[in-house]
């Protein structure tokens, strides 16, 4: 079965600075796809970015940009330029491809709670 | 399209008492999916359809849980005999396809049994 760390229950930055948010995986499969979703307090989730594993180019949307690193299933997040709206948990999550005949389900990490300072 | 709606947001309910919630998915969505979130943890998974068929159940649903889409648009998740262990947050989420772009999520059903 797969599973999801985030080694990070808490960070904080300092609002326009970076942060980074790191995310491990395990599994035996050989594609995949990798998400990050933000889920403000007592909002819903958003997913914020995706990754697929056979593409080596890292993923970016705007100021949010990801290190995939496959060999040693690593998959952290970069925030650049911080807003107070960025403020939420970040869930790092894993989903079989559907050519592995796996599972749809989504497999979530603990979370990290992202603090932005003014 | 107002997204995945899920209807109560929030719920109290005495211990062996039955509970169920609704999801009404994207419309042109055809899978539906429904998690669990406990505190201080991520969103662990229960069960998903695809149209009207339910596909696959998690072990973490017990036979005390049921869930049904009927006619492929929303969906139910019961819950029978209530323990306080269920108190937790109920997410519902849905997809085209099978969510290689991943899901959009409703705000959730907050449960509490007592």
């Known amino acids: 079965a797969q599973t999801v760390t985030q080694s990070q229950p808490e960070m904080s930055v300092q609002e326009a600075e970076t942060v980074t948010l790191s995310c491990t995986y395990d599994t035996s499969e050989s594609d995949y796809y990798l998400f990050w979703y933000k889920q403000p307090p007592s909002r819903q989730m958003i997913l914020v970015i995706r990754q697929e594993a056979y593409k080596q180019q890292n993923a970016t949307e705007n100021r949010f940009s990801v290190n995939f690193q496959k060999a040693a299933k690593s998959f952290s997040l970069k925030i650049s330029d911080s807003q107070l709206g960025d403020a939420a948990m970040y869930f790092c999550?894993?989903?079989?491809?559907?050519?592995?005949?796996?599972?749809?389900?989504?497999?979530f990490g603990k979370g990290t709670k992202l603090t932005v300072n003014p | 399209d107002t997204g995945v709606s899920q209807d109560p947001r929030h719920k109290i309910t005495k211990r062996g008492q039955n509970v169920t919630f609704r999801c009404d998915p994207i419309s042109e969505h055809n899978r539906l999916y429904w998690y669990r979130q406990t505190l201080g943890q991520g969103p662990e998974f229960l069960t998903y359809?695809?149209?009207?068929?339910?596909?696959?159940k998690s072990r973490l649903l017990s036979d005390r849980f049921s869930a049904e889409r009927p006619k492929g648009s929303f969906s139910t998740l019961e819950i029978q005999r209530t323990e306080q262990g269920d108190s937790a947050m109920y997410l519902c989420?849905?997809?085209f396809g099978t969510g290689d772009y991943g899901y959009t999520f409703g705000s959730g059903t907050r449960l509490t049994v007592v």
């Open positions: 359809f695809q149209n009207e068929a339910q596909l696959e």
């Open positions: 999550a894993y989903r079989s491809a559907f050519d592995q005949g796996g599972s749809e389900k989504l497999v």
């Open positions: 989420a849905s997809s």
